[in-house]
């Protein structure tokens, strides 16, 4: 199993930017909620950050025995702690 699962939208730590994994062109990966997400942090409309697991994901999980396959999990909580770090907060 290789690929991206887990798409964060926010702005850069850094420069301030906004930042947008994925985008309206991608409606059945992330959702239509998760894809408008990105989409507006894209263009600068101010949306909280935070992050969208991929609709593939659920496949996997049926997949796996209703398991979370391992390299989602670490996905996830890599960017929960890329979340917080931006936000300065723990979840």
Known sequence: MAGKYVYFFGRDKNTGKPVAEGG????ELLGGKGANLAEMTAIGVPVPPGF???TEVCQLYYENNRQYPKEVVQEVERTLERLEDLMGKTL
């Open 24 to 27: 309206k062109d991608e409606k």
């Open 52 to 54: 969208t697991i991929s």
